[in-house]
């Protein structure tokens, strides 16, 4: 079975200023990763995924981040936020065998961005 | 536009009362998934389906129910057996891959039931 560790629940950050949200997994066989974006009373968009290939993945937004096999990490980062970036943010974790297609979802990080 | 709808975006039910929330995607997916979400809780999964006339309990099924009759459409009853059914609830839809899940799930925009 996949877990997902977000272990930031909150992170307040003034604008402009970059931000880093840790994601940490755990599984016995590869998997593919993924960072969603969630707006007050909205669903969840998908921001960016790692499948395979270079570990830096890019994604909407300014959004980037970086597959750690080695740390079993994926943290996403943005080097400068905006106002607009103020949502919850959730990483989650997809098995290549044996998940049967599901995802595993983190608690979320909830990102506040202050003037 | 291919995407998955979700309908009423709010609703309000009386105690005792079931209520059902709908889902309909135009995708194509295999797999529908209903989740509910309270503060900090993060998204917990109620029930899943991934072939029509099939479907199984999540994490948290007990005072739902739900029908996949057709590929499209997911309702999501909440009786009154669920004693805090006051949440936001999300519908999702993914397609059936072999070696996992790399498209993801597409997401609803979302049904916020309350209470009254």
């Known amino acids: 079975a996949q877990s997902v560790t977000q272990l930031d629940s909150q992170v307040p950050v003034f604008e402009e200023a970059p931000v880093e949200l840790r994601c940490n997994y755990s599984s016995s066989v590869s998997v593919y990763l993924f960072w969603y974006v969630q707006y007050p009373n909205q669903g969840l968009q998908l921001l960016l995924k790692?499948?395979?290939?270079?570990?830096l993945v890019k994604g909407i937004n300014g959004f980037e981040a970086e597959f750690n096999k080695s740390q079993t990490s994926f943290h996403l980062r943005k080097p400068s936020v905006h106002i607009s970036d103020t949502a919850e943010y959730f990483c989650?974790?997809?098995?290549?065998?044996?998940?049967?297609?599901?995802?595993?979802f983190g608690t979320g990080t909830q990102l506040k961005v202050e003037l | 536009d291919g995407g998955i709808t979700q309908s009423p975006k709010y609703l309000f039910r009386k105690e005792g009362q079931n209520v059902t929330l709908s889902c309909e995607q135009n995708?194509?997916?295999?797999?529908m998934y209903w989740y509910r979400q309270d503060p900090g809780q993060g998204l917990r999964l109620i029930y899943y389906s991934q072939i029509v006339n099939d479907f199984q309990k999540g994490d948290i099924a007990e005072g739902y129910s739900v029908s996949r009759e057709k590929k499209e459409s997911f309702p999501l009853t909440v009786t009154s057996a669920q004693k805090n059914p006051t949440a936001f609830y999300l519908c999702?839809?993914?397609?059936?891959?072999?070696?996992?899940?790399?498209?993801?799930?597409?997401f609803g925009s979302g049904t916020r039931l309350t209470v009254v």
């Open positions: 999702a839809s993914s397609p059936i891959l072999t070696g996992g899940s790399s498209e993801g799930y597409t």
């Open positions: 989650a974790v997809s098995a290549l065998t044996g998940g049967g297609n599901k995802l595993t």
């Open positions: 790692y499948l395979s290939g270079s570990t």
């Open positions: 995708l194509n997916h295999d797999a």
